[in-house]
């Protein structure tokens, strides 16, 4: 393989917070909108955070990344802990999670804090899937402990089935990416099937079969794929999107990321999640530099990468 497992940890790791830097000045934006003030967002920019920094979406990828490091393993006691030292609610902490946190305050346990919230039902909103890169470039080559991480590292504040499921989905699309030699064409119809094969729930499945529809008929039109697979906080109208839009634009980062933000929405966390995939895909190197160089704490980000590689050259 042209390109080495490290770098692609690393630029998995340091895809997320690109996706997310480079999202963020334009969330909640809608296409059109960001279409109409900058054409296309290949930048970074200022916007409630300074120019190349991270939110919430990189900022819990932290603590997961910093969990596996130290415990070996996702340990869901240490990580809501982790997740609650390193809160900081300028970074735009979605309401589920701050929700959660707010209860284990009060003595709540996690697991019961998780589940009560929004009528007992628990959150499916994206922010399992978002954080989620660590767990899946860890874990690439063995989906069943990949499936169990996915799990433990979900339901903390998480705990609606179609909020795991959408990790899980987003987590296998970058194991699949990790293992997948950028040097050959991408076969995106046998990617989307691997996907196919994880869906549980009928809104995800229908959501992947669109997506191979969409790849098969070429469309490139970013009002139609917000129509169709969605720009929202929700995992299965924005998990889809990113993985849209690094199957349409596989061949570069650059490009799948750009195209992911320009969706608008959640661009933050949907640039996120597609940086994630794609640094896994491309490896660090096709990041480019010029953003690399205006992101927040790069330096610590790309050693958690190089740090989970170690742990897991060593586990083998």
């Known amino acids: ?29 809608s296409p ?8 296309e967002v290949r930048e970074m920019m200022t916007g409630f955070l300074p120019e190349g ?19 070996g ?8 802990k982790v997740f609650m030292h390193n809160y900081d609610p300028r970074r735009g902490y979605g309401i589920s999670t701050t929700m959660v946190f707010r209860l284990i305050e009060k003595g709540i346990p996690w697991d019961e804090a998780s589940k009560s919230i929004f009528n007992g039902k628990g959150s499916y909103g994206n922010g399992a899937a978002m954080r989620i890169a660590p767990v899946a470039v860890f874990y690439y080559d063995d989906f069943e402990e990949l499936k169990r991480a996915v799990y433990d590292a979900s339901r903390v504040t998480h ?50 079969k669109k997506i191979g529809r969409m790849l ?9 794929v917000v129509k169709e697979l969605g720009n ?24 799948a990321v750009v ?30 530099q010029r953003w690399l160089e205006k992101l927040e704490n790069y330096e610590y980000l790309k050693s958690l990468g190089e740090k989970l590689w170690e742990l897991k050259t060593k586990s083998k």
């Not at 059109?32 to 054409?39: N, Q, T």
Request: proline share 3%.
């Open 159 to 208: 705990m609606h089935p179609l909020g795991i499921e959408g990790a899980l989905i987003q987590a296998t699309a970058i194991a699949l990416a990790v293992r997948k030699d950028p040097r050959k064409r991408l076969d995106v119809e046998d990617f989307v099937d691997n996907l196919l094969l994880v869906c549980e729930s009928d809104v995800f499945r229908e959501k992947v």
């Open 1 to 29: 393989m042209s390109i080495s497992l490290k770098s692609k940890f690393i630029g998995s790791i340091l895809g997320t917070a690109i996706g997310d830097a480079l999202g963020m000045p334009v969330e909640g934006w």
């Open 259 to 288: 195209y992911a933000v320009s969706l608008g929405g959640d661009a933050d966390t949907i640039g996120a999640m597609t940086g994630a995939i794609s640094g896994a895909y491309h490896g660090v190197e096709a990041i480019p």
């Open 216 to 224: 098969a008929e070429g469309i490139n039109d970013k009002y139609v």
């Open 73 to 80: 393993r996702v340990d869901p006691d240490h990580l809501i």
């Open 53 to 71: 920094s991270y939110t919430d979406d990189t900022e819990m990828a932290i603590g997961i990344a910093e969990t596996i490091i130290e415990k």
């Open 232 to 255: 929202g906080y929700e995992s299965f109208t924005s998990v889809p999107s990113a993985i849209y839009s690094f199957l349409l634009h596989w061949s570069s980062f650059e490009d």
């Open 32 to 39: 059109s909108k960001i279409e109409e003030v900058f054409g």
